[in-house]
């Protein structure tokens, strides 16, 4: 069973940059056919997409956050990182690490969540 | 466009039927997957591509599409399928991840 495990400081202060580990078990994060994603979720909000990384380090961002995020993996450890630089108060979330796996070029979907954490930023 | 069109709220009786909502542009590409959210906890993959379910998830979860909308039908609604629903696809040739914005799930 595979098991996601989100990890870091939950409390940002302005201006700095907010870094997040995501450890894997239960599987391999250099396996083809699966991305390793990040998530967001302001309190009481909807899901936000932040990115996603492959096994080899290819990144793809969203757009709205490309200038401020940056992911990484480190395959010897099993683990994803996240940087989001010059946080404010807008990015207090919960934060999710996922796998989103791909079966086909138009099948796409995130089977296995981290409980998430949530990281504060004071205003 | 590149969004995720969803109903925010929907109420059904127990032991109902129920279909929510998924429109997008996107759609008519890429196959939606549906999560459950329930307060306090991770989301959850109940239904991904054309109508495939996770192990575990019930059978009373069913998903569909046609043209820009996809649909998650609950059959025979259960007092613990109260909950968020949140729909995702890829979204054009740059693959962004989008995601609706939730239908509350609410169990009379």
């Known amino acids: 069973q595979v098991q996601l495990q989100e990890s870091g400081p939950g409390l940002v202060k302005p201006s700095q940059t907010l870094s997040l580990t995501c450890t894997v078990s239960g599987g391999s994060i250099s396996s083809e056919g699966y991305y390793w994603s990040w998530i967001r979720q302001h309190p009481g909000k909807g899901l936000e997409w932040i990115g996603y990384?492959?096994?080899?380090?290819?990144?793809n961002y969203n757009p709205s956050l490309e200038s401020r995020v940056t992911m990484s993996i480190d395959t010897s450890k099993n683990q994803v990182s996240l940087k989001l630089s010059s946080v404010t108060a807008a990015d207090t979330a919960v934060y999710y690490c996922a796998r989103d796996r791909y079966d086909s070029g138009w099948m796409y979907y995130f089977d296995y969540w981290g409980q998430g954490t949530l990281v504060t930023v004071p205003s | 466009s590149s969004e995720l069109t969803q109903d925010p709220a929907v109420s059904v009786a127990l032991g109902q039927t129920v279909k929510i909502t998924c429109q997008g542009d996107s759609l008519r590409r890429y196959y939606a997957s549906w999560y459950q959210q329930k307060p306090g906890q991770a989301p959850v993959l109940v239904v991904y591509?054309?109508?495939n379910r996770p192990s575990g998830i019930p059978d009373r979860f069913s998903g569909s599409s046609s043209g820009n909308t996809a649909s998650l039908t609950f059959t025979g609604t259960q007092a613990e399928d109260e909950a968020d629903y949140y729909c995702s696809s890829r979204a054009g040739a740059d693959h962004h991840v989008l995601f609706g914005g939730g239908t509350k799930l609410t169990v009379l």
């Open positions: 591509g054309e109508n």
């Open positions: 990384i492959s096994y080899s380090g290819n990144t």
